[in-house]
């Protein structure tokens, strides 16, 4: 059996870059996440504390990339194509068949040009350090569910947020660490303000 020192792969660390929620939002969508659980049989749940707008998935990255990484993240953050903005959470949506759905997600309204253009900032910083971009086109959301195990076809919940908006100012990004199999599973590594 290798030791974790003798096993270059299992020092890797897996990272992704995401816009963070204020602690209210997230206690928002995890109160009525908590309400539906009963009637939405989902496999997965999305812990509150989870809870963030993807930017740039990394993947698994050898721990002597870091330093160059956080350089990277912390230049696109203060670039002339990022500045602080506004979101708000709009309607819940799903991803798959949508009698048989992979994901339930909450999707999102305000300044989305905004927010593509941090994306594109993000992406363009770390491909320079071997990061791909994902091919299909950035669609921002926030995944609450996945694997839907229900018999009956799936029925979306109701639930506008556009009824009392749930909305918040963006003003910064964060570069987190997942720690698969525990909850929550994603630990903050820095953040850089816009």
């Not at 939002?25 to 995890?30: E, W």
């Not at 997965?44 to 350089?71: M, R, V």
């Not at 992979?102 to 300044?111: F, N, P, S």
């Amino acid at each position: 059996m290798n030791s974790p020192s003798s096993n270059p792969a299992a020092n890797r660390q897996r990272l992704f870059v995401a816009v963070p929620l204020p602690e209210a939002i997230k206690k928002a969508i995890g109160t009525w996440s908590n309400e539906i659980r009963d009637t939405q049989p989902f496999r997965k749940w999305t812990h509150e504390a989870d809870l963030h707008i993807t930017l740039q998935f990394l993947g698994d990255t050898e721990p002597s990339q870091l330093p160059e990484l956080i350089d990277a993240l912390a230049s696109a953050a203060r670039s002339g194509e990022t500045q602080p903005f506004r979101l708000t959470l709009q309607d819940v949506g799903v991803f798959g068949m949508p009698k048989q759905p992979r994901v339930l997600w909450i999707g999102l309204h305000g300044e989305l040009d905004l927010l593509s253009r941090l994306h594109q900032a993000t992406v363009s910083a770390t491909a320079p350090l071997g990061f791909s971009i994902e091919a299909r086109p950035y669609s921002p959301h926030l995944t609450i569910a996945r694997s839907y195990t229900g018999s009956e076809p799936f029925v979306a919940p109701q639930h506008s947020f556009s009824d009392k908006p749930l909305e918040w100012d963006v003003n910064a990004i964060v570069l987190y660490r997942t720690h698969m199999h525990e909850r929550p599973m994603y630990e903050e590594v820095a953040r850089f303000p816009l």
